[in-house]
């Protein structure tokens, strides 16, 4: 991914419906000064993760706690980090299923925004139907039967729709790099707090070839855009899944 | 309640301020696919909850997360659906409580505009004052007494409001049949990954008469609204439920 | 605090993009009667908190739930309750690393509005360097160590950040009293669910000078603007840290 700088973060902002840092700082001087020191100018050049990559997890965050006031800014800079508009257009379909289909739906409103200013149009974006990604039969038939093992006769409806429309589906669609799907759900599961979900998600993340480092830093990042609890109840989970990865 | 179909979800499809299948597809078509196909064409059809629990559902599912961007559309169809005006009032009431007054206050705006469309006038709305429904009363103690023992030199005011609003007031309200405002109650807590409320609220739920078929298709319904992570959290808490109850 | 008295509220009610009870009650008289009565009336008249901290409890919880419609007028009332311009100003920044960015950049369109309309300027803001309060070093060494010992391996960043940004950074400006700081971030907490959290916080907000009693009325108060399921879920947790303060 190309280098970002502040500059080019300051050019992105602000599009339609965002808060400049003249409005920030008629509010709290203090926050446009972290704002810019220790977020874009700190956090964002941090090389343990790409700027790409940043931006991916700060769009995941952003949708999963529907923070309206930060997409459009988001969007325009993750497209201008190299996240591509069709990335962009299936990372939000994935959040429908996994942040709630109205956060998808607020982010759709943002988005269009965004797709027209730069005259993106339908032909760049993935379409309905495409060739599926190889599908690892072993792992999901380890998965599917452990999950109906577990909860087949609670809820038979929500079972089989995991398996037919999450992992047989969506999961195989080819727009976005698996290790990228794992790594907007693991950033949408520690932004929500669910923590609970975090395990297998993230155990899958680095399966999918998200590293060790590139997930400690996921942390560091979201801390900014989930807020610091969500950050560290999510720490003694990672910590879990890293070591017993190392055995 | 009478049948719902796709075209009668179309028409309904968008009131002021909702998102268009057009704004969808423009920014992912496949989105549009999945809404269309496996959210209206193939969730809401499923015989295991009538249509007009799955409005109450969802209603509460997006009070709960605040999707101010779902409300105006699911507000009308809850009604098409025969969820009566009375009862989406109603709704909105509890969830002040169940789910924040800035929550409800949200639901509010967004219903004002639907009852206006619709000329649902003040006489159509529960009134303050209304003939309670009976008491449970040794239900009544058993809670109470249970709450004021582990909780009542924790917090007195909070203990005591849970009693005189909650129990001996919002609970006894006729508006709503106490079967549909635990099912409100449930689907709040799910929606908001707030498990450890769950066990008192869906045993009450289905002593209320939300049979363990039903309550098994709330999930299955959710996962779509609140996400599936909330489902995926709320089905060891369900399980645990449903077994104890077979005992 | 001077004591705050309903028409003090009601004059309050609305300013720009609130809801007025005219239409609160067009869409359910009875919330309109509870937030009358229950709330206005109630709440905010007991003498277990002041209306000053119970302004700072609310707009802690409006702002980490994103209650966006509730902001106007609770920064509006909490000025008027005593709340300092430097002090929501401050308060804002503190809740940007405690409930992410976006919640905070909510609230700055917000309050400019609120700030613009009362003629508040920079000059009454807190300013982005200043004298830092004292620090407690023998507290501040065992909380790093013991993070640093159980998490430094996992997320080297979030760790440094958590003492260079918050300990040694945000929570030394003397903007907001250490007690105030505290009660800002135990309300976030509460209100998001994050009980994971709540010990080290709570134990801090005690030992800052908040009161069990005025900590158990912070529980009472977030019910309504939080929901009670988050009250609910915060009880058993201030229970045990007031129970282990007592030994």
Same mark, same amino acid.
């Given at each position: ?82 996240? #591509? *508009?069709?990335? +962009?257009? &299936? ?10 289909? /109205? =956060?998808?739906? %607020? ?23 495409? #060739? *599926?990604?190889? +599908?690892? &039969? ?10 109906? /093992? =577990?909860?087949? %006769? ?94």
């Amino acid at each position: 991914a190309r280098e970002m700088n502040v500059s080019d973060l300051e050019k992105m902002i602000p599009p339609a419906g965002s808060i400049t840092y003249d409005v920030v700082r008629s509010v709290s001087p203090v926050l446009e000064h972290y704002s810019r020191e220790s977020l874009l100018g700190g956090l964002w050049k941090r090389p343990e993760l790409s700027p790409r990559d940043r931006s991916v997890v700060t769009i995941a965050a952003i949708i999963a706690r529907l923070q309206t006031y930060e997409m459009p800014m988001h969007f325009a800079l993750a497209l201008d980090n190299g996240v #591509k *508009p069709a990335e +962009l257009s &299936e990372i939000i379909a994935h959040l429908a299923f996994y942040a709630g289909w /109205g =956060n998808a739906m %607020a982010a759709v409103a943002a988005a269009k925004d965004v797709f027209q200013r730069r005259n993106i149009a339908i032909d760049q974006l993935p379409p309905v139907k495409d #060739k *599926p990604l190889p +599908l690892d &039969e072993a792992a999901e038939r380890q998965r599917a039967t452990q999950v109906a /093992g =577990n909860f087949g %006769a609670v809820s038979p409806g929500l079972v089989r729709n995991t398996t037919e429309l999450l992992f047989l589906d969506l999961w195989l669609r080819p727009a976005l790099a698996p290790r990228d799907r794992s790594l907007v759900t693991v950033s949408a599961l520690i932004a929500n707090g669910q923590t609970a979900q975090m395990p297998f998600h993230l155990n899958r993340a680095m399966d999918n070839g998200l590293t060790q480092e590139q997930a400690a830093e996921v942390l560091t990042h979201i801390a900014f855009y989930a807020g610091w609890p969500c950050a560290m109840s999510a720490l003694p989970v990672a910590k879990d899944v890293f070591e017993k990865r190392q055995k």
